[in-house]
């Protein structure tokens, strides 16, 4: 069973940064691709970005492409989420993900794919 606790969520203004870093337990860190999601109010829970097991491949959604960046230290079991340039319509409760995979550049957009998920934590991007 593996858990996983995001932190670095908070308030900022739009044009703002923060990151996210999500610290997994109780699994192989590196087995697993990871992914980020994030559902605002109201809203289904969407797809923000994934990264492969090693870090060598990443995919972002097309409302995030150039802002955000993820990365992933395998050393201490973390996964992070870089966020540039943050919007109004950024703001949502992000969630990380993990999938137990052994493709080498699998990444998945896809919720279903994915066998654990964090708590969340709140970002809000005040205009």
């Known amino acids: 069973q593996v858990q996983l606790v995001e932190s670095g969520g908070g308030l900022v203004q739009a044009g703002g940064s923060l990151r996210l870093s999500c610290t997994a337990s109780g699994g192989t860190f590196s087995s697993y691709s990871m992914g980020w999601f994030r559902q605002a109010l109201g809203k289904e829970r969407e797809f923000v970005a994934a990264i492969s097991r090693s870090g060598q491949f990443v995919t972002y959604a097309d409302s995030v492409k150039g802002r955000f960046t993820i990365s992933r230290d395998n050393a201490k079991n973390t996964v992070f989420l870089r966020m540039d340039s943050l919007k109004p319509d950024d703001t949502a409760i992000y969630y990380c993900?993990?999938?137990?995979?052994?493709?080498?550049?699998?990444?998945?957009?896809?919720?279903?794919?994915?066998?654990?998920w964090g708590q969340g934590t709140q970002v809000t991007v005040s205009s």
């Open positions: 993900a993990a999938d137990w995979t052994l493709g080498l550049a699998t990444r998945s957009s896809s919720r279903e794919e994915y066998d654990y």
